[in-house]
Structure formats: C-alpha cells, structure tokens
C-alpha cells in the first residue's frame, strides 16, 4: 500500500460518543439517515448541534437508503454534510441529480458470487467514491463479510472502500489484501457496545494498527 490507508467509522448516533470517536481523528464519519435503521441518526432527537467540535479534516458523511430527493437536500444543507452515501437501489439519473447540485457521492453496493461490477460502469460519472459491502437481509450493517477476492473482478476507476462485517481481528486480512483502487476501510457494527454507540478502545487500537498497515 502506497498511501494511507482512510478510516470511515459509519453508524454514529449519540452525542457523546460522537466526541470521543471524533477525538481518534478518522478520516470520515458516518451517520445514517434511514429511518428503520437501529442507528437512525435521529432517533435520539440529535440537532446539528451534535456536529460541534467535527474539524474539516474529518468528512461528514450522511447515508440514505432510497430517500425522496428533497429529503437529502434538506439534510445535507442542514447539517452541513461533506458526502451523502446511497445505500439502495438508487439509479445513474438520480445520483447526476445530486451531482448537478454539487454533492459528493459515495455510491454503496451489495457483492456476492454473481457480482460482475458491469452495471456500475453507469454510475462513474457522477460518484467520487464507491463502497463494497455484503448482500444481505439489510440495505448494510449486517455484520457479515464477503470474499474480498471477488473485487479481483473490479477494474473500473473509482476508488472504493471496503465495508460488511470487518472487525477488530481482520488487519491480517487488509494487510494480505491489495487492490489499487481500495481507498478506505469502513468500520461499523463489529465496533460497537449496542447500535450506534462505539467501543472507542477498539476502534483506537483498530486505527494504531491500519496506521502500520500504510508505512510498513
């Protein structure tokens, strides 16, 4: 690995907790906007307010799965968000929409065996970044992971981040695993006390050992 590896720590919902991550300095942070979601950023009334002390350096990522358009707008404006995350079944269209209104995207996608990563060559022109994460019951947050190796299929030109079910134990695995487009690792339920409030000591010891990963 040539650059530093990006850490994006998603599911963020408790103001306090949202201190501590943001004191471990990674390099995006995730709140989701889904409202069935275990980690609805709204369910415990949060404000903007609970942006406070978020420096630039770290960019603010709002997720949404299927949402009206207006729903988004509002939200990105509101809470000053630096990316929105598609997490559904969002088209090429859609995604030039948001582009046109000068938003950032980071377009999620579910991989399995029969993933051929055709259909996203549709989706390059208006996303920034993609993010790989596990076909499952739930639009993410599954917990699970899937066979990395299935990316060897991956040659388009948008970085992406790696996300589903990665964990405290599996920097053996990133370490072992090259892709020249891998951007980022996205860290979310496997780091948790319950949903949406995370163990800080992990996910610091988690960010020790990515930080080695990138200068060995």
């Keep these: ?6 850490l994006k720590v998603c599911g963020l919902n408790n103001t306090e907790n949202i201190k501590s991550v943001v004191s471990l300095r990674p390099d995006f942070a995730g709140f989701v906007f889904f409202r ?3 980690r609805y950023f709204l369910k415990n009334n ?3 307010g609970a942006f406070k002390g978020i420096p630039e350096t770290i960019k603010k990522v709002g997720v949404f799965v299927d949402a009206p358009f207006e729903e988004i707008m509002e939200a990105y404006h509101t809470y000053q968000l630096d990316y929105i995350q598609l997490h559904g079944n969002e088209s090429p269209a859609y995604c030039a929409r948001l582009l046109v209104n000068n938003i950032s995207l980071i377009k999620a996608f579910s991989v399995n065996e029969a993933s051929t990563f055709k259909e996203l060559e549709a989706y390059e022109p208006f996303c920034k970044y993609f993010l790989f994460d596990t076909k499952g019951k739930l639009p993410g947050g599954n917990g699970i992971k899937f066979s990395w190796h299935l990316l060897n299929n991956y040659s388009l030109e948008i970085p992406f981040f ?7 134990d599996d920097i053996d695995a990133i370490q072992s695993f090259h892709h020249e487009k891998l951007y980022g690792i996205d860290i979310n339920s496997r780091f948790e006390i ?3 409030i995370k163990n800080i000591q992990k996910i610091e010891n988690f960010k020790k050992q990515l930080n080695k990963i990138n200068y060995e």
């Design 46 to 48: 949060l404000s903007n």
């Design 36 to 38: 069935p979601s275990r």
């Design 194 to 196: 319950e949903p949406g």
């Design 1 to 6: 690995m040539n650059t530093a590896m990006k």
């Design 162 to 168: 790696l996300s589903g079910g990665i964990g405290p």
